[in-house]
């Protein structure tokens, strides 16, 4: 695309476009409402190239990334209740065939993201972000989001029932992704809080996060998994900033001397 085709636009002026004629549309065609011709690259880029690091290129991403969350929760997780052995597994592949259609589809309509944002913040691109989206609805309940815990629940109680039991699946599927979204999640809230909080605010808010996984691990997680998670918050939290919380707690002393 050349330069001089770039009409910037902000996230507010592209979003309800991209939510009409792409997001919707493919949904639509997933749930077989319809089939429609839809494009959104144009709008992606001309939200991503005046700034490719700026906020309203966060934005763009943090929505894509809402769209696949919405989407289990409301679409995904729904279908699945209720359901066991074979039916179970019938609508889990129905619904990874179409998970991968709709990854296919987004990713193609907001590539750029991957170009301008992505790769410069260290990021998931947007393929992994879709596949990570169900983990992304926990992180939600970490921001103090209100979340449906009985589907989340039932979600990951599949991963062990298709295991007849075992934790093959639950390893292989599930464990390894949740603890790459918790490392992924705490380790940008460490560095936004170590950044800008006192050394006392920043060890309360690592208190509270601690407390606060012990009752979501004790609510979701199953094996070893629990443990990990904790060992990960304590990780992100406190070993990769131990330094610099060292130096604020130096700090703190010498001004109390």
Not at 71 to 85: A, F
């Amino acid at each position: 695309m050349a330069a001089g085709a770039v009409r910037p636009l902000t996230f507010e002026e592209a979003w309800p476009f991209l939510q009409e004629e792409a997001i919707n549309r493919i949904i639509d065609g997933l749930d077989g409402v319809e089939k429609r011709q839809f494009t959104s690259e144009e709008t992606v880029y001309n939200v991503c190239e005046p700034n490719p690091s700026g906020p309203e290129v966060q934005k763009l991403y943090d929505h894509y990334k809402k769209t696949f969350e919405d989407y289990i929760s409301s679409k995904v997780l729904p279908s699945l209740q209720g359901k066991q052995n074979e039916l179970l597994l019938l609508e889990l592949l129905r619904r990874w065939k179409i998970h991968k259609t709709m990854t296919y589809w987004m990713s193609r309509f907001f590539h750029y993201l991957d170009r301008y944002y992505t790769v410069r913040k260290k990021l998931p691109s947007v393929v992994q972000t879709a596949n990570l989206a169900f983990y992304h609805m926990i992180d939600r309940e970490r921001e103090g989001e209100e979340i449906n815990k009985g589907i989340v629940r039932e979600a990951i109680d599949i991963y062990v029932e298709i295991g007849d039991g075992s934790r093959k699946y639950y390893v292989q599927d599930f464990e390894g992704a949740m603890m790459t979204a918790t490392t992924a999640f705490y380790s940008r809230k460490a560095l936004d809080w170590i950044t800008n909080q006192t050394y006392q605010d920043y060890m309360l808010k690592v208190e509270e996060c601690l407390n606060q996984e012990k009752g979501r691990v004790s609510d979701y997680l199953k094996f070893r998994s629990k443990y990990n998670v904790l060992e990960i918050v304590e990780h992100e939290l406190l070993v990769v900033h131990a330094s610099k919380l060292e130096e604020k707690k130096k700090h703190v002393q010498e001004a109390a001397a």
